[in-house]
């Protein structure tokens, strides 16, 4: 579902510094009969969770501070998420998710479908649900459903689960099988507080599947998509920071937007580059031999040595929206922009732009609309905090969930004159500025 480049592959060590402990878990029986929508057993493919048809036993497992290891709990934790994979295209008409506990009205979450490798990556989908709506049962035939209109085709690895950034006061949590019944596939996952994605079974030394079953079809020959294929990357010598990217599409590709991401972690985690760093063949992409990019990678990652990096090349199909760079930085307000570059044959009933000072914002966070429609589009934030760092998404929504894009990240002017001490009691003076003026700094002895 995703081509990857790589240029240089680094392996970095690390460690979890604490081992996570759960409690036992409530045991839960279950129940064979699963909710489907009234659809006709015979015509629908179910497709259950790595081991689970092999388990016997269930549970809601707990924290030490009473909280829920999938689900809301002390760790904070962002989103959790289940593993699968098809052999051939297939069309996802829906899920059941098996919440067990929720309490309180407050906040929503977000049903999430996730391109995969290695860990879960891209959005595919995402939609909010508000906590009030879930069904929370011990009885599996009466679990929360959700239904995918239209139907969201994947291939491949991908993982379906749900996020938790905007749960406010209310808990949830969600059945899995029980310790060791997981068949020892590591295929059940959360993202920590931050952004991180670990398995369940490193982090909480439990070997288990989440209570998420899917129900849909093999996909029509329509609906399959073509792919990136012979991907060749050169570095130029001649000092200029630009990198040659050279693709093949074969197949039928729908009209789609061509994204690179970059790692400089060695694939554990990606960035998106903001689209005004490439240049070439990234929009509409077709079938076709040798089409070409030039990324700017020296303007997209300051500081980075290309050699160092994973380029990730992924083609984006649906509603596909950009953000643009931030320009006009005061120390309250910043202008900036955003282009839903397609609507994907849906819809687009709102645009704007999310904000946030934690990276990944979303529009259960702060947000600025900007109308709707296709196109490009511009908008003022403000009441910004002066000195400090914000993440923005040009966000795009429609009946079936909000499409994001590219994350541009900068800093707000300092609010008055900044006096930094040096070395020998030099000093640093940097000025207030005037919206639109370039900070000079002075140096005093």
Known sequence: MKTQVLLLLLLVPFSISAQRVPLDGDKILKDPLIHTAEKDADEWIYIYPGNW??????????????????????????????QFAVEEPFAIHGATFWFAAREGETGSIDINIWDFDTQPGTLLFSQSVPVADIDATNSFSEAFFFEFDPPVVVDGDFAVGFSMEDIGDAAIGMVSSADEQGGGLGMAWEQWYNHNWFSILMAW???????????????????????????????????????????????????????????????????????????????????????????????????????????????????IVT???????????????????????????????????????????NRIVAGSGTGSFTATIEDLDPLTQYYVRAYASTSQGTT???????????????????PGGATITIPEAAEGQALGVTLEE
């Open 323 to 365: 953000t643009a760079p931030a320009t006009g930085i005061t120390p309250f307000s910043v202008t900036m922009g955003g282009e839903v570059v397609s609507d994907g044959g849906q819809t687009v009933t709102e645009r704007g732009l999310a904000y946030g000072t934690t990276p990944d914002p979303t529009i259960s966070g």
């Open 205 to 319: 030394e439990l070997d288990i599947d989440l209570g998420i079953v899917l129900v849909g079809k093999v996909a029509d020959d329509d609906h399959e998509e073509g792919a990136i294929d012979n991907v060749r990357v050169s570095q130029r010598t001649d000092g200029s920071g630009l990198v040659d990217v050279v693709y093949d599409v074969t197949g039928e590709l729908a009209p789609s937007y061509v994204f690179l991401d970059v790692s400089l972690d060695g694939g554990t985690t990606f960035t998106s580059v903001n689209p005004a760093w490439v240049s070439g063949d990234y929009w509409p992409v077709s079938e076709g031999a040798d089409k070409h990019l030039v990324f700017d990678a020296r303007g997209a990652v300051p500081g980075a040595s290309t050699s160092e990096a994973m380029l990730r090349l992924t083609a984006r199909t649906g509603v």
């Open 404 to 422: 994001y894009g590219n994350q541009v990240r900068f800093t707000t002017q300092p609010e008055g004159p900044m006096v930094i001490e040096g």
């Open 53 to 82: 048809e092999n388990a016997d036993e269930f549970r809601l497992y707990r924290t030490q501070a009473e909280g829920y290891v999938i689900g809301t709990n002390e760790y904070e934790d962002l989103s959790k998420a289940q």
